[in-house]
């Protein structure tokens, strides 16, 4: 049986009177499987990776807002100058619970509906109350508490804000990217030309192309590779298909050559891979 490493709170949290605080990771390295006793808020400001999230796996980008409830398991893999921000919350003992409920997902919502993405240029915006969330989340005297709960539930009212009104930061780029994104997640099976994609939407190449390196820190193609991969990994995790079809659903028609590009991806061939959720032994 595969096991999880689990995060206490008492590791985190200064006192046990304090309900939230802010864990800043310049370098997030590949972190293995995990859960914790205590919820929490990612916001991936830069760089970019693969999360795992109760055996959902997607490639993470900057501008990715993450809720992640403590019971989940999750973890980080295939990092490439990955930043986040970690807010950690006692959801449970919030003094100002009532009032920050609303603005959170609900206990029970579904993974997609506590997962979403803003425009990097907002990071900005809500970067200054970050750095005071973490300055008085390491104080434990009680204004300094509710002080925190206080710019905690600022910065999710800003968040909630940001998702629900229209993005007035360069409204065609950031439209020609969403299209972008959508057409990339339905194309994991089938060939994807960008040279197309832009004739058809009637979209500068070489400047949408700029603007995603410079929003995910991968080409389009890079991006695109990720989410097969991690379509792979899923399968592998999840299903008993035959590696043959594992390929051809995730766009490689040749298996032999897929297995190559996932150990080189993963130091791991799919089988191996595969074994470490299905207690298999691989010779």
């Known amino acids: ?122 990071l900005k915006q809500l970067s200054p109350l970050i750095e005071q969330l973490s300055i008085e989340s390491k104080k434990n005297n009680l204004a300094s508490v509710h002080l925190s709960e206080a710019l905690f539930l600022q910065f999710i009212i800003l968040l909630d804000r940001i998702k629900q009104q229209p993005n007035d930061i360069a409204p065609t780029a950031t439209h020609q990217l969403d299209i972008l994104f959508t057409v990339l997640h339905n194309s994991i099976a089938s060939p994807f ?3 197309i994609f832009c004739k058809d939407y009637n979209i500068a190449s070489r400047s949408l192309s700029r603007l995603f390196k410079h929003q995910t820190g991968m080409t389009i193609n890079g991006y695109l590779h990720k989410l097969r991969l991690c379509k792979a990994m899923s399968l592998l995790r999840n299903t008993s298909f035959a590696i043959s079809i594992i390929s051809a659903e995730c766009g490689y028609e040749d298996s032999n050559y897929f297995s190559a590009v996932f150990k080189k991806e993963t130091e791991q061939t799919p089988s191996q891979y595969r074994a470490q959720f299905r207690n298999i032994k691989v010779q």
């Not at 370098?27 to 109760?54: K, M």
């Not at 900057?62 to 990955?82: A, K, M, P, W």
């Open 1 to 122: 049986m595969h096991k999880y490493l689990h995060l206490y709170k008492k590791d985190y949290f200064i006192s046990e009177l304090n309900t939230v605080t802010v864990e800043r990771r310049e370098h997030q390295e590949p972190f293995p499987l995990h859960d914790h006793d205590f919820d929490e808020l990612v916001i991936v400001s830069s760089g970019n990776g693969v999360h795992v999230w109760n055996d959902y796996i997607y490639p993470i980008t900057s501008g990715d807002i993450l809720y992640i409830n403590h019971d989940d398991i999750h973890g980080f893999e295939s990092v490439n100058n990955l930043k986040l921000y970690n807010i950690l919350y006692i959801r449970e003992i919030l003094f100002l619970s009532s009032i920050i409920e609303p603005y959170l997902p609900k206990t029970n919502a579904k993974h997609t509906e506590r997962v979403w993405r803003i425009h990097p240029s907002f």
């Open 193 to 195: 030309n960008f040279e």
